[in-house]
């Protein structure tokens, strides 16, 4: 009975929402910066942390994109938007995301972490090739 009546409060709270006065998208952000290790032994983990400027008062974290091909990895930062009119540009603050990587196979590992799109709107990437012992 507890659980009917909790679930019932929460679907008056979801309907009680605006949801429409606040907007949110994910935005893709380019990685600034890498720390990473220069070689890996297999079974072990590894923390691996990205650098990022945050460009608006706007952007909150919203966790990491991660593209995983065969011994490919594809890395990015993702953030929540919210879409109000009054976000101002913020400068020189660099936000750190960390996540844990687990080698699992042998050979190396390609991690190639987005930082941007060129003058012809080609992705650019940061490359590392992390042999594993």
Known sequence: MKKLVLLISILFL??????????????????HSVEMPTEFVLGETYPITMQYYRPTNCHSPYGI????????????????????????PVENI??????????????????????????????TFMTYDIPVN
């Open 14 to 31: 979801f309907n009680s929402c605006e949801l429409e006065e606040n907007s949110f998208t994910v935005e893709v952000l380019p990685v």
């Open 65 to 88: 994109y991660y593209d995983k091909e065969l011994n490919i990895r594809t890395c990015a930062i993702k953030n929540l938007v919210e879409g109000r009119g009054n976000c101002a």
């Open 94 to 123: 660099l936000v750190e995301e960390t996540f844990n990587f687990h080698v699992t196979n042998t050979g190396n590992y390609i991690f190639k972490f987005w930082t941007g799109l060129d003058d012809e709107g080609n992705d």
